[in-house]
């Protein structure tokens, strides 16, 4: 088999990634494919995409842009978790 | 007070981290090879271009390698003299053909040489700044300095005010993060600038004898909330770090935006302050691209960035500082154990998730809005730890500050099957049940007076099978006394006759890491209102004792020469301890007590040195 090196782009591992363990790709050309060396993923870079894509769904508000006045306002609001509706039985 | 200060610095890296590790590629290993020497300054002058055009002043820390590249002299130079730059000095950026040869070592961590090393390369390279710009560096850095370090330079070189002496959070979680590899074991400092002790540089100063001489600065400005359970290295004030944690889309990172805003609000928690350090090694900014991502992209984030600035500066919201005139500055307006507090705010996990941070010279604390407004994470700077880090130390790699309580590396709220997890948090007990205030999300406001700073966490409910209990929690830090008044007091209950026992309590422990360290020779205490003392050396026994009328509970840690105490403020209290076990290495200390509605019991926390 041929030796595995970094690809044009230098994928990280998106397993890896995962659990937050940032490790580089190896490319095996004649399989056309990525693999890592410390998991055992293996796939093509449509597979690495979308696994990022997904990874991405840990940040909601990725695009959202926060102002000051908004950060400061932010949680201010009456219904916060948790606030009692009043004294009392209920 | 209306200051929001701003100090980008950059370095002429002759070798840059990120650059020259290209073993994959199989290409040999070249100190100084023309074309990393050549693209290195470009970027460098790439940065410090883009700084400029928005306006902003820059501080040029001068590497070892480049005080012997005549291109990068001249550089540097030319900049102070056209934008009054600062000249600076750093001990990144050591390794080259002549510091092996000089040194004969590849070590590239100053924090970590042995001792001898590191006093030659300070003076060397000290030398070396003088002879060849004529004056002496004000200002310096490093990854981390420890105080014996910061000391020594303070003692040979008294003219320097800063230096670039921590990075925030970085400890296990980085280390991991970098597959392991990545040997900045440093948790446990504060987030912005601070005065370091003489005894630790990661402890905030006690007072004028206690000054080690510097103005210590972070590496980068962190996101409080993303580096409690994330590496931080993807949340700071480093576009690329960003793109690192994948949180952009094409070019926008809204992140990156946010994360300087929310370092301007928290100037609410400052009065009136607030910082930022951006420090983007030019090996982040390759033209080969840095992982996944494409060199427009990282230029353009950089430019963004330095635009957003730039734009502040215009608006009269931002002032941009040297590290030497920041520090004078500081000097100038804060005292020297001056506390540090920050409530911070989910901008990015899409969450109502807060944390609040606190810390002056006794201590440390975090606390997590989201489980009741439980601390989790106590570093004592009370004890002033001296921790020598460095080859021929016994730290080491390990630079961290200890912790007593850290709930994400030693368990917290959550166990798998048996014992309790460190965290300061309060259980409530009602006919049988028990419900630990850490279930019950919640957010923070903040008030302050003076001498005093205080979180207020919104009242939670509690459900019982048969009751319904309101609680709110407070927490009154004492600015450098050592101790915080926890209130917990009873603001609702659905039957207004019933009594609910409140059980404050700390479970405990020290450490740097995840995996537990011995406590043996741990003390734990009960001291009742008749001054009698029930006293027992750890031992992994599971032993208990509790008194129905105590004065005080204590525990002694001396691995951390430690001692926490719990006084109740007024009224009687149960006082217990519990000794823990090997699989639940942990010792706790609690105060009970039953209270009925608008009842409240406060309960001190004391966090002493002991000898």
Same mark, same amino acid.
């Given at each position: *088999? ?12 998106? *397993?890896?990634?995962f659990?937050?363990?940032d490790?580089?790709?190896?490319y095996?050309?004649?399989?056309d ?6 998991c ?6 449509m597979a ?5 894509r ?17 950060i ?15 004294k009392?039985?209920? | 007070?209306?200051?929001f ?11 840059p981290?990120?650059?020259? %590790? ?15 020497v ?17 306006g ?7 590497? !070892?390698?480049?005080?012997?590249n ?8 030319? !900049? ?20 092996r040869?000089?040194?004969?070592s ?15 390369v300070?003076?060397?390279s ?6 060849v ?13 420890d ?18 002496a ?15 590899? @990545? ?7 504060p +987030?912005?600038?601070?005065?370091p002790?003489? &005894?630790?540089? /990661? ?25 409690? $359970? ?21 070019? #926008?990172l ?7 805003d ?6 609410? !928690?400052?009065k009136g ?10 090996? @982040?900014m ?11 992209i ?9 635009? !957003?600035?730039?734009?502040l500066? =215009?608006?009269?919201?931002?002032? $941009? ?7 004078? @500055? ?11 507090c920050?409530? +911070?705010?989910?901008?990015i996990?899409?969450?109502?998730n807060?944390c ?8 440390r ?8 407004g439980?601390?989790t $994470?106590?570093?004592?700077? &009370?004890?002033?730890?001296? =921790? ?10 390990? &630079? ?14 959550f ?13 409530? =007990? ?12 919640s ?18 409910t509690v459900?019982?099978? /048969?009751?319904?209990?309101q ?6 830090? /004492? ?11 009873i603001?609702?209950l ?5 009594k609910v ?9 020290w450490g %740097? #890491?995840e995996?537990?360290?011995?406590? %043996?020779?741990?003390?734990? &205490? ?6 009698? #003392? ?12 509790a ?8 525990a ?5 020469q430690?001692r926490?105490r ?9 006082g217990?301890y519990e000794?823990g076990?090997?699989?639940a290495p ?14 409240e ?8 040195r002991?000898?």
């Amino acid at each position: *088999m041929a030796q595995g090196k970094t690809g044009k782009i230098n994928y990280r591992c998106p *397993m890896c990634l995962f659990r937050t363990i940032d490790y580089d790709l190896l490319y095996d050309r004649d399989a056309d494919q990525f693999y890592c060396r410390r998991c055992n993923w293996e796939g093509n870079e449509m597979a690495i995409l979308s696994l990022y894509r997904v990874y991405k769904q840990q940040y909601p508000d990725m695009l959202k842009r926060w102002t000051v006045e908004e950060i400061l306002a932010k949680n201010e609001e009456a219904d916060t978790p948790g606030t009692p509706a009043g004294k009392g039985p209920s | 007070m209306d200051k929001f200060i701003l100090s980008v610095v950059h370095r002429p890296e002759l070798m840059p981290e990120y650059i020259n %590790t290209d073993a994959q590629a199989g290409k040999t290993e070249e100190l100084g090879g023309t074309e990393v020497v050549g693209e290195s300054l470009d970027i460098f002058r790439l940065q410090q271009d883009i700084a400029h055009a928005n306006g902003i002043k820059c501080t040029i820390q001068m590497t !070892y390698a480049s005080l012997y590249n005549d291109e990068a002299i001249q550089l540097a130079k030319d !900049y102070h003299e056209k934008y009054g730059d600062e000249i600076a000095h750093t001990f990144l950026g050591v390794q080259c053909d002549r510091f092996r040869e000089t040194y004969g070592s590849k070590e590239l961590a100053m924090w970590l040489f042995p001792w001898d090393l590191k006093v030659r390369v300070v003076r060397d390279s000290f030398e070396r700044f003088k002879e060849v710009f004529g004056f002496y560096p004000t200002s310096t850095g490093s990854y981390f300095m420890d105080a014996e370090l910061i000391n020594f330079i303070k003692a040979e070189y008294p003219m320097v005010k800063t230096a670039v002496a921590a990075c925030f959070e970085e400890g296990p979680k980085v280390f991991r993060h970098t597959n392991n590899t @990545w040997y900045t074991l440093l948790d446990g400092g504060p +987030w912005t600038a601070w005065v370091p002790s003489k &005894a630790c540089s /990661h402890a905030i100063a006690e007072n004028a004898d206690d000054d080690s001489g510097i103005v210590a600065v972070p590496h980068l400005s962190r996101d409080l909330l993303g580096v409690m $359970d994330n590496p931080g290295d993807m949340f700071g004030t480093h576009p690329q770090n960003i793109i690192r944690g994948l949180a952009y889309e094409d070019d #926008r990172l809204p992140f990156m935006y946010n994360l300087v805003d929310q370092y301007q609000a928290i100037k609410r !928690y400052n009065k009136g302050y607030s910082y930022n350090l951006v420090y983007v090694g030019p090996g @982040w900014m390759g033209k080969a691209g840095r992982w996944e991502c494409p060199y427009r992209i990282l230029k353009k984030s950089y430019e963004d960035f330095m635009a !957003y600035y730039g734009q502040l500066k =215009r608006q009269g919201k931002v002032t $941009d500082m040297t590290m030497t005139e920041f520090a004078d @500055w500081y000097r100038a307006n804060k005292a020297v154990n001056e506390p540090i507090c920050a409530l +911070w705010k989910d901008t990015i996990f899409g969450t109502k998730n807060q944390c609040f941070w606190y810390a002056d010279s006794k201590f440390r604390i975090q606390i997590d809005l989201k489980l009741g407004g439980a601390i989790t $994470d106590i570093r004592p700077y &009370a004890s002033k730890l001296k =921790r020598p880090c460095g080859a021929g130390t016994s730290a080491n790699q390990d &630079a961290s500050y200890p912790f007593i309580v850290q709930s994400r590396y030693r368990g917290g709220p959550f166990t798998h099957y048996a014992g309790e997890g460190a965290i300061k948090s309060a259980k409530l =007990r009602f006919g049988g049940e028990e419900v630990d205030l850490s279930a019950c999300r919640s957010t923070g406001r903040y008030e302050e007076g003076p001498g005093w700073r205080k979180l207020i966490v919104r009242p939670v409910t509690v459900e019982f099978q /048969h009751l319904k209990v309101q609680v709110e929690t407070s927490y009154t830090f /004492h600015e450098n006394q050592g101790t915080i008044d926890i209130g917990r007091k009873i603001v609702g209950l659905s039957d207004p006759s019933a009594k609910v026992e409140v059980d404050e309590f700390i479970t405990a422990c020290w450490g %740097t #890491r995840e995996y537990p360290e011995d406590l %043996t020779g741990c003390t734990l &205490a009960v001291i009742d209102r008749n001054g009698t #003392r029930n006293a027992i050396d750890y031992a992994y026994r599971c032993r208990e004792h509790a008194a129905a009328d105590a004065a005080a509970v204590e525990a002694v840690i001396p691995m951390v020469q430690t001692r926490i105490r719990m006084t109740p403020k007024s009224g009687p209290c149960k006082g217990y301890y519990e000794e823990g076990y090997s699989f639940a290495p942990n010792l706790k200390i609690g105060l009970c007590r039953e209270l009925g509605l608008d009842e409240e019991l406060v309960t001190v926390f004391a966090i002493e040195r002991a000898n």
